[in-house]
């Protein structure tokens, strides 16, 4: 396994790979606003990367269109679910499958939103397809798209991807989406979703306290995700991809965060 960062695309590439280095890695995960996908960008990071020896892993796919992270406007606003702004977000992330191909990045990811429970739902059918189009445009760039865990119990998350068929496909696991939105114990979520892991956030998390916010986002180590045995059940998985540290604050203690969540999961990788 190897451990690694989020970054953001940003006009000065450089720097922003520089301060990667800075923390004592050299794997990441790249998002950003599409406006800088450009050839001259891909290109750059491409330079950039080999020069340096960095690895990405997997660029996360943005879109337009509102967005809130709760459980009240989130299941009408997140993803490629809400049929109003579904269309444009396939865009996006075609778009964004076409500048990761330029930039050398093999796996695309983003939230899908909240997908429907019952395969029997309105909408089920619409994101499917809407899915399966936008998997066979990575397919075509030769790369495999990923789902992030989060907004759908893992039982869902197994049946679309069955649905979609399997070939092309997996999850970018991020275990503590999975208590934030209430809707799986991480661990157990192995057992159901575990094979389709190829990338993860290692990130942490409570439960919901109440039915409309998510539960709170906390640094490595100190949330309900217990990594000790998440690691010890990856290990038995086979799991031998990039462990991707996610800490959504900024500044000087995400740093401090990140430095912190590294020396945890370097003991952990590192453990028989
Ligand atoms: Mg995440």
Redesign the pocket.
């Known amino acids: 396994m190897t451990i690694g960062a989020i970054l953001s695309l940003k006009p000065n590439m450089e720097e922003v790979f520089r301060q990667l280095k800075a923390l004592g890695l050299s794997y990441c995960q790249l998002s950003g606003p599409s406006e800088l996908y450009t050839d001259e960008m891909a290109g750059n990071i491409r330079a950039i990367t080999k020069r340096e020896g960095i690895t990405i892993t997997t660029i996360f796919s943005g879109w337009p269109g509102p967005l809130v992270w709760d459980f009240i406007e989130g299941p009408i606003t997140i993803g490629i679910v809400p049929p109003e702004y579904r269309m444009a977000r396939v865009e996006e992330t075609v778009k964004t499958s076409d500048f990761a191909a330029k930039a050398g990045i093999a796996q695309v990811a983003t939230?899908v939103g909240f997908i429907p429970e019952s395969p029997s739902d309105p909408l089920y059918p619409g994101v499917v397809a809407a899915l399966r189009h936008i998997v066979g445009h990575c397919k075509k760039n030769g790369q495999s798209f990923l789902f992030?865990?989060?907004q759908e119990t893992p039982i869902t998350l197994r049946r679309v991807i069955e649905d979609l068929g399997r070939d092309g496909i997996g999850i970018?696991f991020?275990p503590?989406?999975l208590l934030m939105y209430g809707k799986a114990n991480p661990l157990d979520a192995l057992d159901i979703i575990g094979e389709f892991i190829r990338d993860i956030?290692a990130?942490d998390g409570e439960y919901p306290i109440n039915g409309r916010e998510l539960g709170v986002e906390k640094p490595l180590g100190q949330g309900r995700v217990n990594f000790p045995a998440l690691f010890a059940k990856l290990k038995q998985q086979g799991y031998d991809g990039p462990v991707t540290i996610?800490r959504?604050i900024s500044g000087d203690q995400q740093k401090k965060d990140i430095l912190m969540a590294a020396e945890i999961l370097r003991g952990l990788i590192t453990q028989p």
């Open positions: 939230h992030e865990t989060g970018n991020d503590a989406n956030h990130k996610e959504e």
